[in-house]
């Protein structure tokens, strides 16, 4: 990479990161800034599709969200530990990329690989930024200024919701863009939802959310620090 990534977002499997925080890499993108994917899997497990028709479509699906980089470890798909040597994997690449904000899984999930991300990826950013933690010399250590879980299949209540109603339509898209998962077949049919379904959920999902902040559609965060203001004219969302 010639310039630093502004927003990387890290998940277990390729799709992942279309569901949770598709449309705030894109408005972001859209804002000029640039916006990278990191995951942490090839999805070799996965019911449907092969390793090469996933990455053939997450490329597809970066397009469609503007980012400006997308790449996939080599971490096993199935046993995402929060390991010593997965964790210099993605040391590597945090201090490749430079990223001032990650974007985690929340640490709370159903998939064992995807709760186990949010502290492999926690634990990244902070060995990253120390200076003798050097699994590659000759390469700055970096730390990342935010890092914040996304929250959408959490069922908590988020810190804050990111505006994404001019997103909504075109994240759909970027999501759809795994034929191999979630075009109509047979095979996995008692687990995915039908093609049918996907935009009616992931609507009502992203109204939930947006109705909470006062928009149409909305992706949810949480973040473990407190928040700063210093205006109290300038807060957003109305309190009745």
Partial sequence: MTSPIHILAIAAHRDDVEQTCGGTLLKHAQLGYRTAILDLTRGELGTRGTMQQREAEANDAARILQVSHREALDIPDGAVENSHENRVKIVRVLRRLRPEVVILPYWEA???????????????????????????PGIAPHRPFKVLYAGLYADVRPTFVFDITAQFETRLQALLAYKSQYEDQAEGGGIFVPREQIRVRLAAMASHYGQLAGVTYGEPFVQKEVGLEDDLLQLPVRSM
């Fill in 110 to 136: 159903r998939h064992p690989d995807h709760y186990k991300s949010a502290p492999l990826g926690y634990e990244a950013c902070f060995y990253a930024g120390l200076q003798k933690f050097d699994p590659e």
